[in-house]
């Protein structure tokens, strides 16, 4: 069974900084690009980021450029995400979701999600 | 900057036939954004419906089906059930491994 585990979400201070990690199983991960997406409270998706499965290129969505950097450990089938210079409006879920083999055919396989809040 | 469009809300019978659209703020969606469509219900992650315009996700029952109407993506939803009852987004692909999701559409089943 395929099965995105997300963590490292909680509290934490504006301006500060948390690295998501997302545990996969079930597939060959070093195969697969990966995204992560977000959903503020009460509000819709967005797009966050991607990293290829060939050359482990990388891809922001604008709001986080810059601040977000994306990664993969293939040897661990790990995900991650490094957040930075935390914003209020950083508050979400995060989801890690698998991409359908070219990043033009979408998500797949989504996480459960951990939630990031940024307060003071 | 490029939004996204979806219809905030849409309401249909049970048994009856709805279909939920994806546009763009400015220009016509093809089959070249690759439109695909999630279902999530409160408390729940995404569910993909619909990759590649209306190529349905594995698992997926066939009441659900994707296309392109005029210059909009579709959802069309037949004999909706109740468990239907959700928020659909759409998503396209704009180059350079870049989606951008809709607002999302609150369906309600009544």
């Known amino acids: 069974e395929v099965q995105l585990l997300e963590s490292g979400g909680g509290l934490v201070q504006p301006g500060g900084s948390l690295r998501l990690s997302c545990a996969a199983s079930?597939?060959?991960?070093?195969?697969?690009?990966m995204s992560w997406v977000r959903q503020a409270p009460g509000k819709g998706l967005e797009w966050v980021s991607g990293?290829?499965?060939?050359?482990?290129?990388?891809y922001y969505a604008d709001s986080v450029k810059g601040r977000f950097t994306i990664s993969r450990d293939d040897s661990k089938n790990t995900l991650y995400l490094e957040t930075n210079s935390l914003r209020l409006e950083d508050t979400a879920i995060y989801y890690c979701?698998?991409?359908?083999?070219?990043?033009?055919?979408?998500?797949?396989?989504w996480g459960r999600g951990t939630t990031v809040t940024v307060s003071s | 900057q490029t939004v996204v469009t979806q219809e905030p809300s849409f309401s249909v019978s049970p048994g009856g036939t709805v279909t939920l659209t994806c546009g763009l703020s400015s220009g016509s969606v093809s089959i070249s954004y690759y439109p695909s469509w999630y279902q999530q219900t409160p408390g729940q992650a995404p569910r993909t419906l619909i990759y590649?315009?209306?190529t349905r996700s594995s698992g997926v029952p066939d009441r659900f089906s994707g296309s392109i109407l005029g210059n909009k993506a579709a959802l069309t939803i037949t004999g909706a059930q109740a468990d239907d009852e959700s928020d659909y987004y759409c998503?396209?692909?704009?180059?350079?491994?870049?989606?951008?999701f809709g607002g999302g559409t609150k369906l309600t089943v009544l």
């Open positions: 998503a396209l692909y704009m180059g350079s491994g870049i989606s951008v």
């Open positions: 079930g597939f060959t991960f070093s195969s697969c690009p």
């Open positions: 590649s315009t209306n």
């Open positions: 990293i290829s499965d060939s050359d482990g290129s990388t």
């Open positions: 979701a698998k991409v359908r083999n070219y990043f033009y055919f979408g998500m797949d396989v």
